[in-house]
């Protein structure tokens, strides 16, 4: 889909969402049409029932995937807010319909679902308690939040190592080169191999002559490289030196040539230290990054200059 019509049908999604959710809850507010902060305030009152909440919830977070990921406008802030929000009067109004709480129950759930997913989400524990206080400048569920954020913090770090706005940069192919002094230059060999790989790095091809390949390769000389077929798919991994020695039989295409190796690849998510075993255990100095999905669709490419190189910079952070 060409990248200019994406906003239309995300605009046209939200459209047939919102609708939707206006025609179904029955309520005169804007619903899934803004912020959603009219109505995260009549939730954290306790004002609304389990089958509203569960309209919203659903109808804010289908939307808010249709408006983000077709590139059209609005963030994460709010929607995150107002869809922890729903999610915790839904947790308080299930409460309610079976033990007979008193219907302040329902805010107070709702105010700490919210909490709770905004730390989750955007992982600031202390900014997702002063928010939710801000907001109704009541004390007296400041330590239940507190905790309940802590939780919903730890268990998400816990999940997945990298935050979601880090994950948009990574996806849009920006490196964090200087991503660890951000959390820690303790922690960096625990971050994924997609914050230092090569995300588009020079590839062989097999249904190209081995002279077809040495011209083009020798304007960018590097010590491997991986090997794709007709359909960019991965086929092996063949280094420099290996490629020359065959510069004899330079009319024949490089896949009747191409000598079988152990291959040893490796996902996005693989950390920097595991990575690292496998390619000391392995004896390879470099590995194809493939996707978790396709392990024939390489997504980047790995060298052990590329780890010493991130170990250096952090040295010399910690030199500073």
């Known amino acids: 889909m060409p990248s200019w019509l994406k906003p239309c049908f995300g605009g046209l999604g939200v459209g047939i969402i919102g609708t939707a959710v206006l025609w179904f809850s029955g309520t005169n507010n804007a619903g899934v049409f803004g912020t959603g902060y009219e109505d995260l305030s009549s939730a954290l009152k306790g004002s609304l029932a389990l089958k509203i909440l569960l309209i919203l919830f659903v109808g804010k977070f289908l939307a808010s995937i249709f408006a983000f990921s077709m590139g059209g406008s609005g963030g994460l802030f709010g929607p995150v807010l107002c869809i922890g929000g729903m999610l915790g009067g839904i947790v308080g109004a299930v409460f309610n319909n079976y033990i007979s709480l008193d219907q302040s129950f329902v805010g107070a759930a709702a105010l700490l679902g919210m909490g709770a997913f905004f730390a989750a989400v955007i992982r600031c524990p202390l900014t997702s308690v002063l928010i939710p206080f801000e907001m109704t400048l009541n004390y007296s569920l400041i330590l239940p939040l507190m905790v309940g954020n802590m939780i919903a913090y730890y268990l998400a770090a816990r999940w997945r190592t990298v935050p979601i706005y880090n994950a948009l940069l990574l996806q849009d192919k920006v490196t964090l080169k200087k991503m660890p002094s951000f959390q820690g230059a303790q ?58 020695d065959l510069e004899e039989h330079g ?25 690292a075993r496998i390619l000391v255990i392995k004896d390879k100095e470099q590995a194809p990054v493939v996707s978790a999905k396709n392990p024939q669709r390489i997504v980047g490419f790995l060298t052990l200059r590329d780890i010493a190189r991130q170990q250096n910079a952090i040295e010399e952070q910690i030199g500073e």
């Open 187 to 244: 922690d960096w060999k625990n971050l994924p191999v997609s914050t230092i790989m090569n995300h588009d790095p020079f590839s062989a091809f097999s249904n190209l002559t081995i002279g077809e390949n040495l011209e083009y390769l020798k304007q960018h000389p590097h010590h491997a490289y991986p090997v794709r077929d007709e359909n960019r798919l991965l086929v092996n991994v063949i280094t420099h030196h290996e490629l020359e």
């Open 251 to 275: 009319d024949e295409l490089l896949g009747e040539r191409l000598v079988e190796h152990d291959l040893v690849t490796m996902t996005p998510n693989t950390s920097i230290r595991e990575a």
